[in-house]
């Protein structure tokens, strides 16, 4: 016995597509035109950039204040080599530079009887 299948004439569809696309022939869409690497136009259709999913072009990268902080954080690591730590480090560094110095000044001079302190003179 032969099963009985019910036969439908293609009915056109009406209505928006998924994800909010326009309907329409898919074949009338804008295509992308990009050179490939055959030479030929890329004959995909194109989005609102005149360019196919592939041909796209690079990403700008984030542009609000938001997005870049989280692509700041998102990169950090440790911080060591921040500007801020670099800095302090630097900062750091001169005043130890500095504390030798003045610490060996003082010796001398005390080596050399030169040094008077204020506290003791004043008694
Ligand atoms: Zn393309």
Redesign the pocket.
């Known amino acids: 016995m032969k099963a009985e299948t019910e036969v439908r004439p293609h009915v056109p569809r009406r209505g928006w597509l998924k994800n909010g696309s326009p309907p329409g022939d898919f074949n009338k869409a804008p295509r ?1 035109g ?1 050179k490939t690497r055959k030479g030929a136009p ?1 004959p ?1 259709p194109a989005m609102s950039n005149g ?2 999913r ?2 796209g072009g690079k990403s700008t990268g984030p542009r609000t204040p938001e997005g870049l902080e989280c692509m700041r954080r998102s990169k950090t690591k440790h911080g060591y080599y921040s500007a801020e730590a670099r800095a302090l480090r630097r900062h750091t560094r001169e005043l130890m530079a500095w504390s030798r110095d003045w610490l060996s000044r003082m010796k001398k001079m005390i080596k050399e009887g030169s040094w008077v302190n204020k506290s003791t003179r004043e008694l």
């Open positions: 992308c990009a890329c995909q360019r196919c592939f041909h």
